[in-house]
């Protein structure tokens, strides 16, 4: 039996191992997928080899450290700077990054991206300005503070100080506000003059209807939260994990299974 992980701080309340353990059952995979609470990110890998894994999912706050530790880097996780999925390939762990690619799945469904405004500047606004700017649209970042512009440097990045409101099909949310509380990411009146020539809002919070989804939808805008990304990323890890060998759709269907469970 091969088996697989999520690693992370907190990691109780992950429900990769559903996903991951259902999807397994339904296609027949010799399979198990466990949680592992890490406390030191360097460990990671020392972690992943003593346990036998064959593949690892790694969320909040160590994806920056599977990126570095990993013995190779695939391209999309190099040039976004973090990775959530490891995979053994002859006795090397590789680095992968599905946020991105699942990401860019559930926004696609939209419809055609132009433009987008992403609110936040933390690892996940990183990889899904990459992926966006991969598929042809022009990103812009906005955020709170100047102090995570370098990170930034191939896009246009906006500190609230300094940011005027343009035309944009998408806005996302990539901050917690509204996910221990009822904030917004940036002031009420500001959002509503950048949703007034929005179509599409996104959230990358889910379990939790938020006040940013909230007044998009006053707005008339299409909205997502980020259930479908967390699904996405996690059918792209599988394809990851069984090496192709099932179609997305069929992974989806006993994904979608677990997740509604
Ligand atoms: P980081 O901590 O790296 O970044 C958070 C960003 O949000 C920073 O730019 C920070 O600003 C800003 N911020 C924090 N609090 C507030 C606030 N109250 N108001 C306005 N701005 C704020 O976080 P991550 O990028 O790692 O994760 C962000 C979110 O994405 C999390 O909620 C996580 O759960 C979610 N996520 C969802 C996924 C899914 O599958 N749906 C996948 C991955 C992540 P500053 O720079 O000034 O500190």
Same mark, same amino acid.
């Given at each position: !039996?091969?088996?697989?992980?999520?690693?992370?701080?907190?990691?109780?309340?992950?429900?990769?191992?559903?996903?991951?353990?259902?999807?397994?059952?339904?296609?027949? /995979?010799?399979?198990?997928? +466990?949680?592992?609470?890490? &406390? #030191?990110?360097? *460990?990671?890998?020392?972690?992943?080899?003593?346990?036998?894994?064959?593949?690892?999912?790694?969320?909040?706050?160590?994806?920056?450290?599977?990126?570095?530790?990993?013995?190779?880097?695939?391209?999309?996780?190099?040039?976004?700077?973090?990775?959530?999925?490891?995979?053994?390939?002859?006795?090397?762990?590789?680095?992968?990054?599905? *946020?991105?690619? +699942?990401? !860019?799945?559930?926004?696609?469904?939209?419809? /055609?991206?132009?433009?987008?405004?992403?609110? +936040? =500047?933390?690892?996940?606004? $990183?990889?899904?300005?990459?992926?966006?700017?991969?598929?042809?649209?022009?990103?812009?970042?906005?955020?709170?503070?100047?102090? $995570? =512009?370098? #990170?930034?440097? &191939?896009?246009?990045?906006?500190?609230?100080?300094?940011?005027?409101?343009?035309?944009?099909?998408?806005?996302?949310?990539?901050?917690?506000? +509204?996910?221990?509380?009822?904030?917004?990411?940036?002031?009420?009146?500001?959002? $509503?003059? /950048?949703?007034?020539?929005?179509?599409?809002?996104?959230?990358?919070?889910?379990?939790?209807?938020?006040?940013?989804?909230?007044?998009?939808?006053?707005?008339?805008?299409?909205?997502? *939260?980020?259930?479908? !990304?967390?699904?996405?990323?996690?059918?792209?890890?599988?394809?990851?994990?069984? &090496?192709?060998?099932?179609?997305?759709? &069929?992974?989806?269907?006993?994904?979608?299974?677990?997740?509604?469970?």
């Amino acid at each position: !039996m091969d088996c697989y992980a999520v690693f992370g701080n907190p990691i109780a309340h992950s429900i990769s191992p559903r996903l991951h353990n259902v999807a397994f059952r339904a296609l027949d /995979v010799d399979g198990f997928y +466990g949680r592992v609470l890490l &406390e #030191n990110g360097e *460990d990671l890998v020392s972690e992943f080899r003593v346990l036998a894994l064959r593949g690892a999912n790694i969320t909040v706050p160590f994806k920056e450290f599977a990126l570095v530790l990993a013995d190779e880097q695939d391209e999309t996780a190099n040039a976004i700077g973090s990775a959530n999925t490891l995979v053994l390939k002859q006795h090397k762990i590789k680095a992968y990054n599905t *946020d991105a690619p +699942g990401f !860019m799945k559930s926004v696609s469904e939209f419809g /055609v991206i132009k433009s987008a405004l992403i609110i +936040g =500047a933390g690892g996940t606004a $990183r990889a899904l300005a990459y992926i966006l700017a991969q598929n042809g649209t022009k990103v812009s970042v906005l955020n709170r503070s100047e102090k $995570r =512009a370098k #990170n930034f440097s &191939e896009f246009r990045f906006f500190a609230l100080a300094n940011f005027s409101v343009e035309n944009y099909d998408l806005v996302v949310n990539t901050t917690p506000a +509204g996910l221990i509380d009822n904030e917004l990411p940036v002031g009420e009146k500001l959002l $509503r003059d /950048v949703f007034a020539s929005s179509k599409f809002a996104f959230d990358v919070i889910y379990g939790k209807k938020t006040k940013f989804l909230d007044l998009a939808k006053e707005m008339k805008l299409d909205v997502k *939260d980020g259930k479908e !990304m967390l699904l996405y990323q996690a059918i792209f890890a599988f394809d990851l994990f069984t &090496e192709g060998e099932f179609e997305f759709t &069929e992974i989806k269907k006993s994904m979608l299974y677990a997740l509604n469970l």
